[in-house]
């Protein structure tokens, strides 16, 4: 194996799952930690904001879980019916989809007499020339349209895992308000997913980080304020 080929190792991302997997996470986060520290504010008792957080993640899991699994198989649906419409095109006017191919290599800048071979050879193989003209006509790859249920199953244990991390002081204690450590374990999983991100994407860990907890950060506060406003003593 060449130095090339030993360099370039890509990871599958379109199918969706990383996608919902770091949205999942740091939704989960923000909004229990927010949903967490609002509560905080209004000072409730340590069972009610720790029977809020539970319902938070249980509720949120769940939204997040349906929603993905209900945007993907749509959108996969949809994607599906396109493929169907233009599949019948090529089979009742063959020559007229590949007058539509070349058309489409020669608005591209491709050679007139190399455009004319490429549609020609391309509409030999019937499932070839179908993937082409989605791709070329439509802008869609049926390949990416994603999988529903691993989408939803990301999204549902990213949030869950994500949701889970400001909620830990509450369920190891019985009593007393451990707002701080909820705070502080929202901080670190706000830096790490963050840094994540930013390592996944080659954006920079540290500007990705810092951005997460800005994030985090205001989200929370709004909502402590709110909380302490409305319902504290």
Same mark, same amino acid.
């Given at each position: 194996?060449?130095?090339?080929?030993? /360099?370039? %190792? %890509?990871?599958?991302?379109?199918?969706?799952?990383?996608?919902?997997?770091?949205? !999942?996470?740091?939704?989960?986060?923000?909004?229990?930690?927010?949903?967490?520290?609002?509560? #905080? &504010?209004?000072?409730?008792? %340590?069972?009610?904001?720790?029977?809020?957080?539970?319902? !938070?993640?249980?509720?949120?899991?769940?939204?997040? @879980?349906?929603?993905?699994?209900? /945007?993907?198989?749509?959108?996969?649906?949809?994607?599906?019916?396109?493929?169907?419409?233009?599949?019948?095109?090529?089979?009742?006017? $063959?020559?007229?989809?590949?007058?539509?191919?070349?058309?489409?290599?020669? *608005?591209?800048?491709?050679?007139?007499?190399?455009?004319?071979? +490429?549609?020609? *050879? +391309?509409?030999?193989?019937?499932?070839?020339?179908?993937?082409? %003209? #989605?791709?070329?006509?439509? @802008?869609? *790859?049926?390949?990416? /349209?994603?999988? $529903?249920?691993?989408?939803?199953?990301?999204? =549902?244990?990213? =949030?869950?895992?994500?949701?889970? #991390?400001?909620?830990? $002081?509450?369920?190891?204690?019985?009593?007393?308000?451990?707002?701080?450590?909820?705070? &502080? =374990?929202?901080?670190? !999983?706000?830096?790490?997913?963050? &840094?994540?991100?930013?390592? =996944?994407?080659?954006?920079?860990?540290?500007?990705?980080?810092?951005?997460?907890?800005?994030?985090?950060?205001?989200?929370?506060?709004?909502?402590?304020?709110?909380?302490?406003? #409305? &319902?504290?003593?």
């Amino acid at each position: 194996m060449s130095e090339l080929h030993e /360099s370039e %190792h %890509h990871r599958r991302v379109a199918d969706g799952a990383f996608r919902a997997s770091v949205f !999942g996470f740091s939704d989960g986060l923000i909004t229990n930690a927010s949903l967490i520290l609002g509560f #905080v &504010g209004a000072n409730p008792g %340590h069972n009610v904001v720790r029977l809020v957080g539970l319902a !938070g993640l249980v509720a949120g899991a769940f939204s997040m @879980g349906s929603g993905e699994y209900l /945007s993907v198989r749509a959108q996969k649906e949809l994607v599906d019916f396109e493929v169907s419409v233009e599949r019948a095109a090529l089979k009742a006017d $063959p020559e007229g989809e590949r007058f539509e191919l070349r058309q489409i290599f020669l *608005d591209r800048g491709i050679d007139s007499d190399i455009a004319e071979r +490429l549609s020609i *050879d +391309l509409m030999r193989d019937p499932e070839l020339a179908l993937s082409t %003209h #989605v791709r070329e006509e439509l @802008g869609i *790859d049926p390949s990416a /349209s994603g999988r $529903p249920l691993v989408v939803a199953g990301s999204s =549902f244990a990213a =949030f869950a895992a994500g949701a889970l #991390v400001p909620l830990l $002081p509450w369920i190891f204690t019985s009593a007393g308000n451990p707002a701080w450590w909820s705070i &502080g =374990f929202a901080i670190v !999983g706000s830096l790490t997913a963050g &840094g994540l991100v930013g390592r =996944f994407t080659g954006q920079g860990v540290t500007k990705w980080a810092l951005r997460q907890l800005m994030i985090a950060v205001l989200a929370s506060g709004v909502t402590w304020i709110v909380g302490r406003l #409305v &319902g504290g003593n």
